[in-house]
C-alpha cells in the first residue's frame, strides 16, 4: 500500500451472498493505496521475489541443518521460506510423551544477545519463547544467508559456552 492502508478480501463465488453494498472495510477504495499495491504484486512478480525467498530459504535451512551436529540444543527447524525458526532444546532433558526433548527457554534469550552483538538482530517466540526467528529481508543475497549463519554459529558457540 505504499505505507497506506490497504486490505483485500479474497474468497470463493459461491461464498458472495452480500447484496450489493452490504460489504464495507476501512482499508478499501482508496486508489493511491490500490496502485501501489498493485505495483508492488507486478514488482514480486516481473523479478521473482517469491522463487529468490524460497531458494534463499532453503539455503539458511541448510546452514542451520549443519549447525545441528555441532550444537544439539538446536532442535526443530521449521517454517517456510525465508520465515525459519529453529527450537533451542535441553538435549539432556525429559523428553516429552511424543520423545522430544525440552524447552531451553533460557538458552534462548542469550543467544538472541550474542547474535545483536555480531550484529544480527533476532526474534524470539515460540513455547516458553525458545524458538530463534530468522525473519530476513525478502532481497538478501546468498552471502549474506551465509553471513547470518556464521554469525548465528558463532553466537550459539558464545551462549553454550556460558552456561
Known amino acids: ?11 470463493r463465488d459461491w461464498l458472495d451472498t ?10 478499501r477504495g482508496n486508489q493511491m493505496a490500490m496502485a501501489a499495491g498493485s505495483a508492488v504484486m507486478r514488482y514480486l512478480t516481473e523479478h521473482k521475489v517469491c522463487e529468490h525467498a524460497a531458494a534463499m530459504g532453503e539455503r539458511l535451512s541448510e546452514h542451520l541443518h ?23 532444546v535441553d538435549p539432556t532433558g525429559v ?3 511424543q520423545g522430544h526433548p525440552p524447552v531451553f527457554g533460557r538458552l534462548a534469550p542469550l543467544v538472541q544477545r550474542e547474535c545483536l552483538k ?13 524458538v530463534v526467528r530468522f525473519l530476513p529481508p525478502l532481497v538478501i ?6 553471513r547470518v549463519a556464521d554469525i548465528f ?8 559456552a556460558s552456561l
Open 1 to 11: 500500500g505504499g505505507s497506506l492502508p490497504l486490505a483485500v478480501v479474497v474468497y
Open 18 to 27: 452480500w447484496l450489493p453494498g452490504a460489504h464495507a472495510g476501512t482499508f
Open 66 to 88: 549443519i549447525l545441528q551436529r555441532d550444537f544439539p540444543q538446536l532442535g526443530d527447524i521449521r517454517g517456510r521460506g525465508l520465515m525459519l525458526g529453529v527450537e533451542l
Open 95 to 97: 523428553p516429552d510423551a
Open 118 to 130: 555480531r550484529g544480527l538482530i533476532l526474534e524470539l517466540g515460540g513455547r516458553h519463547g525458545g
Open 141 to 146: 543475497t546468498a552471502a549474506e544467508i551465509d
Open 153 to 160: 554459529g558463532r553466537a550459539m558457540a558464545a551462549a553454550t
